[in-house]
């Protein structure tokens, strides 16, 4: 966890919600999880008032569940809800990923493929929260090699809701998970807008079908359990 002893209330605030931001998006809780707010005070060696903002932020931001202070959980993603980000992402990554490809340099292009060999060792290891942290680290790389960080902020907003579904399903997804970046970064070397645009929404399309098959299966052991 980061070290916030040295900040004041307002940067303090701001840094354990950013932090609790990046452990949803990189899939450290995933659906059902119960967080406790002293837990988290401990982990971030806080008292409990920054944590307590910061879940209250998160849940207007739609990606906890805050029914008490004792009943605080990461909800399971609705099909519904799932289909209408996905449908969101196709377009706002879509442009990230056709802009991107006009400017990448070769700087960038090293980056991502890093990421994907760092990706293939978490997968072949079975690291589940490694390759969620990769796998969004990439998707992020697009926006920010496009230099569009307002599409970043609004994307981080989807990502929350993301994180822990897609944490979730990355170890059943398998390959799923991570072959479809590959055209993508060889998208991005030809400099090919239109073609780097098609591969992210495979992406999103093709290898978020794990996402939903774990959606359909929480709801099947709902149904069992009524």
Request: charged share 25%.
């Amino acid at each position: 966890m980061p070290e916030f002893a040295t900040l004041d209330h307002a940067n303090l605030n701001s840094a354990v919600y950013g932090a609790l931001c990046d452990a949803l998006m990189q899939g450290r809780f995933q659906p059902g999880d119960r967080l406790k707010i002293r837990d988290l005070a401990e982990q971030f060696g806080t008292s409990v008032t920054p944590i307590r903002d910061a879940i209250l932020r998160l849940a207007n931001d739609e990606a906890i569940i805050f029914r008490s202070p004792r009943d605080i959980r990461i909800p399971a993603m609705s099909e519904s809800r799932y289909r209408e980000i996905r449908a969101i992402r196709i377009k706002l990554e879509g442009l990230a990923a056709e802009t991107a490809a006009q400017v990448a340099t070769s700087a960038d292009i090293e980056v991502l493929e890093r990421i994907l060999r760092e990706n293939e060792h978490a997968i072949e290891v079975g690291d589940r929260l490694k390759g969620t942290e990769l796998n969004q680290a990439f998707h992020f790389m697009l926006p920010q090699i496009a230099q569009l960080p307002v599409l970043t902020v609004i994307l981080r907003r989807l990502w929350l809701q993301m994180g822990p579904l897609i944490s979730d399903a990355y170890i059943p997804g398998g390959r799923a998970m991570i072959d479809h970046h590959y055209p993508v970064v060889d998208a991005l070397k030809r400099h090919d807008s239109a073609a780097a645009s098609m591969a992210i929404v495979d992406d999103i399309l093709l290898g978020g079908k794990p996402l939903l098959d774990r959606i359909e299966h929480g709801l099947e052991r709902e149904a069992r359990q009524a």
